[in-house]
């Protein structure tokens, strides 16, 4: 996959291993991908243009690039992540797993759970996977943007610093 740009910064996991998302330049639906790096090695920042080199693989359903080593990782430029504007959920959330999304006027209708996540009323949860927000049921925002991830059988949006959410 040549010239992606990244959406978030490398995930560093506790074995070392390395997940970060990346998608097309312009963004939209169908763009966006998981990489994952077992070996680490990897030092990808938010807005990186990147090339790499993989093979596209399901774990338990989440689509994702398995890379199998850094070297198949290159960094040749940068450019602006563009988030996809969402003013209603979609039909179905395929399209934008992996991609950065941006839900516009969205209410937070639970509290957040044991595993850091939120019920909204696009019918997606918000996830603390990279970053840990704080938000509860009755909050409003305008915008909140994040990647789209599934995993056990739900769509997540996972955002990634406290700019992303916008009363």
Same mark, same amino acid.
């Given at each position: 996959?040549?010239?992606?740009?990244?959406? /978030?910064?490398?995930?560093?996991?506790?074995?070392?291993?390395?997940?970060?998302?990346?998608?097309?330049?312009?963004?939209?639906?169908?763009?966006?991908?998981?990489?994952?790096?077992?070996?680490?090695?990897?030092?990808? +920042? /938010?807005g990186?243009?990147?090339?790499?080199?993989?093979?596209?693989s399901? %774990?338990?359903?989440?689509?994702?690039?398995?890379?199998?080593?850094?070297?198949?990782? /290159?960094?040749?430029?940068?450019?602006?992540?563009?988030?996809?504007?969402?003013?209603?959920?979609?039909?179905?959330?395929?399209?934008?797993?992996?991609?950065?999304?941006?839900? $516009?006027?969205?209410?937070?209708?639970?509290?957040?759970? +044991?595993?850091?996540?939120?019920? /909204?009323?696009?019918?997606?949860?918000?996830?603390?996977?990279?970053?840990? %927000? $704080?938000?509860?049921?009755?909050?409003?925002?305008?915008?909140?943007?994040?990647?789209?991830?599934y995993? %056990?059988?739900?769509?997540?949006?996972?955002?990634?610093?406290?700019?992303?959410?916008?009363?």
């Amino acid at each position: 996959l040549n010239h992606l740009v990244a959406t /978030t910064d490398s995930i560093v996991a506790d074995d070392n291993s390395v997940t970060f998302y990346a998608q097309d330049a312009g963004g939209g639906d169908y763009s966006g991908i998981a990489i994952y790096l077992p070996g680490g090695g990897v030092e990808i +920042q /938010t807005g990186d243009s990147i090339t790499v080199v993989g093979s596209a693989s399901e %774990y338990y359903d989440f689509t994702e690039i398995f890379v199998e080593d850094a070297a198949s990782v /290159t960094v040749d430029g940068s450019g602006t992540p563009v988030a996809s504007p969402l003013s209603a959920a979609p039909a179905d959330w395929e399209g934008y797993e992996g991609g950065l999304v941006s839900l $516009q006027n969205i209410d937070i209708t639970s509290d957040i759970d +044991q595993y850091g996540q939120v019920q /909204t009323s696009f019918g997606i949860l918000i996830d603390n996977g990279i970053f840990d %927000y $704080q938000a509860g049921s009755g909050d409003h925002f305008s915008e909140v943007t994040g990647v789209v991830t599934y995993s %056990y059988g739900v769509y997540m949006l996972l955002p990634r610093t406290e700019a992303d959410f916008i009363q």
